[in-house]
């Protein structure tokens, strides 16, 4: 069985929770850093992104930039 009366029974819970609580401060350090880069980079992609749009291309692939 792995879940009893709502509780994991093959894992401690709170073990688990103080793992992530223990790795959630660089997580979110690295996150910001990569969300800055991705900020300047993003115009640009687009552009050349839309910018191909407009050329015909014998290609299957497709780049949605979000």
């Not at 029974?9 to 996150?31: C, H, K, L, W």
């Amino acid at each position: 069985m792995v879940v009893r009366d709502r509780r994991l029974t093959t894992m401690d819970e709170e073990e688990i929770y103080e793992a992530v609580e223990a790795v959630m401060p660089g997580f979110r350090r690295d996150f910001a850093a990569i969300s800055e880069r991705v900020k300047r980079l993003q115009p640009g992609s687009t552009r050349r992104t839309r910018a191909s749009w407009k050329r015909r291309w014998n290609s299957t692939r497709i780049y949605i930039p979000f």
